[in-house]
Every structure is written in C-alpha cells, then in structure tokens.
C-alpha cells in the first residue's frame, strides 16, 4: 500500500526541518501542518507561519510550536520551501532566545529578525518595506548548495500541492526597488498605504495597508486609543490672471502648499 499524500508531504517536511536543525541545533522541535495558504480576504496568500506554544506535547509534558507551509509554497518547488521553512525557522530561534523580532501583529519585521534570517542563511533587504520591514528575506545560491540534496529531494517527490493562479500572485504582491527585491525573488508587497494616527499629543503617525486596517482596530499603546485615517490638510489654490495682449486672461488653477 503506497503512503498517504498528506504523510509524504509532511515527511518531506520534516526532513527539510531537521537538517535546518543540523545546521543550526538552537532551532527548536515544531509541529509541521500544511494546506492552504489563502486567508479570507481575496489575493492574501500566505506561503508559511511559526506559531509559539500552539501545540500540547502530551509525551513531552510541555508544549511545541506549529510550523505551517502553505501548498501553495509547495507547488512553486523546493527552494522555495526551503526558503520558507528558513524564513520561519528565524522566528523559531527568536521565540528559543526570548527575542522580539516582530512587532505590529507579527507584520513588521525588525532588525533582530534580519539578524537571524542572516544567521539561518537567507539575505534580507538592505532598507526595510513599509509594513512588514525586513520580511523579504531571499535564499542566495550558497544557501541554495547547502541544502541542494534537500531541494533536489522535494522537487523530485512530486508532492501533492496548490496551484496559485498567475493573476491572483500579480494581485497581491507589487513591484519594489532593487535595494528591496521583495519575496521569493523581485516582488514585495508595497502598495497603496494610508497615513494614520492615534490620539496622543502630538498624535504618533504611522503608514499602514487598507488591508491592515479592515483587519481590526489598532490601539496606541501609550493613549490607549485606535489609529485613524489622518486627515490631509486642505490644500488651498491660487488664481493667476496672464496678460496676453487684449487684457487679462483666467489660467487653470494650481494649487500651492502654504506654511502654516
């Protein structure tokens, strides 16, 4: 009898997790589960995620965090998973250590997270994104040759997984600038953004995604109360009259920033 589809995708998995651990013995023990990575809003697509302390370990008397790989990450092939796996195997040795990598509901990634993504083998931006900073880490091609017999290996098991349509990927990730190429090879997830603030005096401002936002509320977490839409001053306009012969004609209005 030919094993399961699901148990050879999480058996490859596994493998690929513990030469992570190989590599690197600070990375902890995980619970690996996979499916789908779209969220409930249209074009969110997540291609994996650490989750702390999710899991009870009954055996083990304690508790064991989840690491998810979406099939969606599957079907674009072992480098990708590979990289992936290494993108959350960063925040598994920051939960290990008690370190803080993360911030804005797991959104933004800060310095300390790009020093660990830089110590599993991954190359984050130079400059951080807006919204998720120095998420975007990339798999270079020594990273790539250490772990080649993996890749080779969940590329050739023809795993079950999936597919992510052409047009839905062009959705919901942009173009970004070469100093910031971006997940999985040129593409980041800068967008439209939309300036808010809280209530503090003066109000701390901060930019953040429309999605972000019909996520749920925000709350400072020195006045205690929600992040709304800045409202952009009035930009007042001036009207010019030209002298062009036979008197004074309108021109189109412009409009001017005056100081305030």
Known sequence: MTAQEGTRIINALEATWGAIQTHHPDVPDVVIVTGTGRGRRRNALTWGHHTTDRWLDAAAAGRKAELFVSGEAIAKGGEMVVET?????????????????????????????????????????????????????????????????????????????????????????????????????????AGKRLSVECGCTPPRRMQVSPAFLEDGSVLCGKCREEFHQREEPHQPQLELTLELGDGPQPAEPVAARVAR
Request: proline residues 8%; hydrophobic residues 35%.
């Open 85 to 189: 796996m290494l993108h959350e195997a960063a925040h598994a040795l920051a939960a290990a250590r008690g370190i803080r990598d993360t911030s804005c509901a797991g959104r933004w990634h800060n310095r300390k997270y790009a020093a660990l993504a830089r110590e599993l083998g991954l190359e984050p931006p130079k400059k951080a994104a807006q919204v998720v900073g120095y998420s975007e880490a990339l798999i270079p091609p020594v990273t790539v040759a250490r772990y080649a017999a993996h890749i080779r290996r969940l590329d050739a098991a023809t795993l079950a997984r999936i597919e992510v349509p052409e047009d839905d990927e062009a959705d919901q990730q942009e173009p970004q600038s070469e100093d910031n190429p971006g997940p999985r090879g040129g593409r980041g997830r």
